[in-house]
Every structure is written in C-alpha cells, then in structure tokens.
Nanobody, 127 residues
C-alpha cells in the first residue's frame, strides 16, 4: 500500500514558477513509476510527466516539454514537479500517481494504469 500526499500548489502569475511535491509512504517507493497528472474543469485527467523507478527515464506531455521537470529523491520518498514559464492553460488540479513496476512503458500515459493516487493540489495561473 502506498499513500501519496501532494503539496506546493497555489496561485501564480503567468510566466511564474511553482514546485509541486508528492510525499509517499511505504518502503517500496523506489519500485514505482511516479507521475503527475492534471485535470482542468470539464476536461479529462491527463498525464503531465512520469519518471522511472531510478529517475533514469522521463516522459512529458508535449504541452509542458521544456517548461516542466519531473525528478525524484528515493531517499526521501518524494517526487517533484518543477514548473516554469507557467501559462493560464496550466491551471488545473494536479495529482501524483504511482504505478508498479517501475519501468516506463506505452501504458505509462494512461491514468487507468496507475495503482495509487493522491488527493491533488490546485495550481491556478492568472494572466
């Protein structure tokens, strides 16, 4: 069992930055792919980024490439999402998710693949 708790969301102006954190419970954190998804009102939940068990491989949605960075610290059981050059369209509820095993695959992109989810943290970008 893995419990995930997100933090770091808030209100920021367009062009600004935020860092989201997701703290995981359990001793097997390093066994999981970790990902960030987001869901805006009226839209489906969509992947933002994912990272393999050791941080060696990452994937990003096209809309955030070059602006967002996902990274993890297995010693702290935490995954992060550094967001820069934020846009109004980045406004959403951001969720942390975990998938076992820890290797990225074609299914990494799909929410139904993930075993555990956090409660979400709101990111609002103002113009």
């Amino acid at each position: 069992q893995v419990q995930l708790v997100e933090s770091g969301g808030g209100l920021v102006q367009a062009g600004g930055s935020l860092r989201l954190s997701c703290a995981a419970s359990g001793r097997t954190f390093s066994s999981y792919v970790m990902a960030w998804f987001r869901q805006a009102p009226g839209k489906e939940r969509a992947i933002v980024a994912a990272i393999s068990w050791n941080g060696g491989n990452t994937v990003y949605a096209d809309s955030v490439k070059g602006r967002f960075t996902i990274f993890r610290d297995n010693a702290l059981n935490t995954v992060y999402l550094q967001m820069t050059s934020l846009k109004v369209e980045d406004t959403a509820l951001y969720y942390c998710a975990a998938d076992f095993p820890g290797r990225l695959s074609d299914s990494t992109w799909y929410a139904h693949e993930y075993d555990y989810w956090g409660q979400g943290t709101q990111v609002t970008v103002s113009s």
